[in-house]
Every structure is written in C-alpha cells, then in structure tokens.
C-alpha cells in the first residue's frame, strides 16, 4: 500500500527566504506525482505536476523535482511571500495509465512572516 | 472556463439521515473524482467516475457511493450517516482520466450531529 509522507509537518520562515518541503513515498511504482496548496477552509489549488519520466517542472517561483528511484520529492520555493501560508500538499498517482485516485500525504503547514 | 462546483458548501445533518453532494467538472471534463478529508486521515480516495461508469473505488464502506451524468456531473451520497462522516468533501475533475492533473472545488463541509 502506498504510503506518503510529508517532512515537516509545520514550518514557519520569515519573508523573502528560499525553502525546501520534502515528500516520501514508499512504492516507486507511480505514474506521476503533484503538488497543491490548500488555504484554509478551501479546495486544493494545483501547483505543479511531473510525470514520473521527467526530474522537475517550475513555475514562477516554484520548482518541485522527482527522483522515482528513491521515493522522493522536493518543492522548492524562491524569495517566499506572506501570501505563500497555506498548507502543501504532496499527492501520487499510481502506474497503470494514470487510472487510479491519488495517494496524499498529510501536508505540511508553512507560514511565511512578514 | 468556469471552475469545479459544489454544493451545497455547507450542511449538518443528523446521525442515521442520508446526504446527497453534488459536483460540476469544468466544461470538457469527463472524470470526477470524490475525496474526503478529516483532521485525522488528511485526504482519502472515495471513487472515481468516468464517462458515467465507477472506475476506481477507495476503501470506504458501501455506505458511500456516487454516480455520473451524461453530462459529466457527479453526485455522491451517503446513508445512515456517522458522526465520524463529518468532513470536508472535496472533488476533482480531468480532462480523460488519464494522468491530467486534477483541479479541485471548493469542497463541501458535511457536519454530522
């Protein structure tokens, strides 16, 4: 079974640093791998997809990377923002032609301070 | 394009009572998937529906079951509700279910008393 997890759960960093939020997972069998933000009391807004062929995407100051071999990801975020709080969610689509529901992980809850 | 709609966004029912949720894909969509979202279990996989058939199925009890219209939309109910159903149900569209990324709506915002 799939598991995802998400290191750390809570991170709180002052405006204009540059972060880094990890994403594991157990089975490397994926077909590809996504990023949401969640505000409070919202639905998920998409990031940033990679399918499992491809190493990284960017988008603005976004940049998250895939190494399927070991389990991992990593979303970069550049000069951070106050507007960047919310919470990220990791999520992981299993192989067999992009078919099945998404395996989430638990999110890590980021505050940016102005 | 118009986004992902549900409604309603908020409900509270009681214990043993049924519940219907409703979700529009974006125009184009033909996949709608259903998550729930508690506190404890973060995000799980209910179902997925495309092009009106139940695709995938989440390991939730028979309690929890949904449908698909010809015109893509979705609903999803669930009867003789738990206090451990209240959550935020959240669902998704794609284009042809394949390995799109999903958009998501607002979600709904069941309470069970």
């Known amino acids: 079974k799939q598991e995802v997890t998400q290191i750390p759960a809570a991170l709180s960093v002052p405006e204009g640093e540059n972060l880094v939020l990890n994403c594991s997972f157990t089975?490397?069998?994926?077909?590809?791998l996504q990023w949401f933000r969640q505000d409070p009391g919202k639905g998920l807004t998409s990031l940033l997809l990679?399918?499992?062929?491809?190493r990284e995407q960017t988008s603005g100051r976004l940049n998250a990377s895939l190494d399927k071999s070991s389990g991992r990801s990593t979303l970069y975020i550049a000069a951070s923002q106050p507007g960047d709080s919310a919470t990220y969610l990791c999520?992981?689509?299993?192989?067999?032609?992009?078919?099945?529901?998404?395996?989430f992980g638990k999110g890590t809850h980021l505050i940016i301070q102005p | 394009k118009a986004g992902v709609t549900q409604t309603p966004r908020y409900l509270i029912k009681t214990r043993g009572q049924q519940v219907t949720l409703s979700c529009s894909p974006i125009?184009?969509?033909?996949?709608v998937s259903w998550y729930q979202q508690t506190p404890g279990q973060g995000l799980q996989f209910l179902f997925e529906?495309?092009?009106?058939?139940?695709?995938n199925k989440g390991n939730f009890p028979g309690r929890f079951s949904g449908r698909q219209f010809s015109n893509s939309r979705s609903e999803m109910n669930v009867s003789t509700l738990e206090l451990g159903d209240s959550a935020l149900y959240l669902c998704?569209?794609?284009?042809?279910?394949?390995?799109?990324?999903?958009?998501f709506g607002p979600g709904t915002r069941l309470l069970v008393l």
């Open positions: 998704a569209s794609r284009l042809t279910g394949s390995g799109e990324t999903q958009y």
């Open positions: 089975d490397s069998a994926i077909y590809n």
């Open positions: 990679i399918q499992s062929s491809q």
């Open positions: 999520a992981v689509r299993r192989s067999g032609g992009g078919a099945d529901g998404l395996t």
């Open positions: 125009s184009g969509h033909r996949s």
């Open positions: 529906y495309f092009s009106e058939t139940q695709r």
